[in-house]
């Protein structure tokens, strides 16, 4: 087996900035009660390359804010400080390099600054900071829909939970009180299965047609 002589000859100096341009993967997490957990992120980095999870090294972390709060994104921060020409910021999706997109546009151009680049390990999308605005402004919107959704989304979850339903409650008038009915009727559904179908909870249904059978 051959043995590898490219750099035998070469000053360390000049070996160091031939690695440094062929750029090197730096994870960021930010952590967050209704985004993805920490072994999501750190399957979806390690899905790009990203095996070294020693945090400040290879990887810098934001843990969850706590309420009233303000955001200091020291981990990222950090991230951002630790690239050289030719690096990657690596996130597991576009929403968790930030919050707003006055936010994401902000720490785009910090690392374009240092002439290096984001990549999305989740969609492997690759985006640097550009003349082309446009392609930055569209990513940042995309991370703050995303932050949209995924508050939605947990906020959803936590109402399932608890039986409740977001929003004014329904109330049963017309065909869907007379759906309730029907269904309210067949004794071989449960009161939670016809809250589910007519879309109340099932508080309404007894308070609306009583007890089963009574209707």
């Known amino acids: 087996m051959t043995r590898d002589t490219t750099y035998d000859r070469l000053p360390v100096q000049k070996i160091m900035s031939h690695l440094w341009d062929m750029g090197m993967k730096r994870g960021y997490i930010r952590l967050s009660k209704a985004g993805p957990s920490l072994e999501d992120h750190q399957k979806a980095l390690e899905r790009v390359g990203i095996n070294d999870f020693s945090e400040g090294v290879s990887v810098f972390v934001d843990p969850p804010l706590k309420r009233g709060d303000p955001p200091t994104w020291l981990g990222r921060n950090n991230a951002v400080q630790s690239l050289r020409p030719g690096d990657e910021l ?15 546009l902000g720490v785009l151009r910090a690392v374009g600054e240092r002439q290096a680049s984001i990549l ?15 392609a930055a402004v569209e990513f940042a919107q995309g991370a703050e829909l995303e932050n949209r959704r995924e508050v939605a989304a947990a906020a959803r979850a936590a109402q399932a939970a608890t039986g409740r339903v977001g929003g004014a409650p329904k109330q049963l008038r017309g065909e869907a009180l007379e759906k309730a009915k029907r269904l309210w009727a067949d004794q071989s559904l449960s009161a939670a299965e016809v809250a589910e179908r007519v879309g109340v909870t099932t508080r309404t249904l007894y308070r609306r047609l009583g007890e089963r059978g009574m209707t």
């Not at 690596?90 to 994401?104: I, K, P, Y």
């Open 120 to 134: 999305v390990a989740d969609s492997g999308h690759k985006v640097a900071w550009h003349p082309d605005a446009l």
């Open 90 to 104: 690596v996130v597991s999706s576009a929403s968790r390099l930030g919050t707003t997109m006055s936010d994401v």
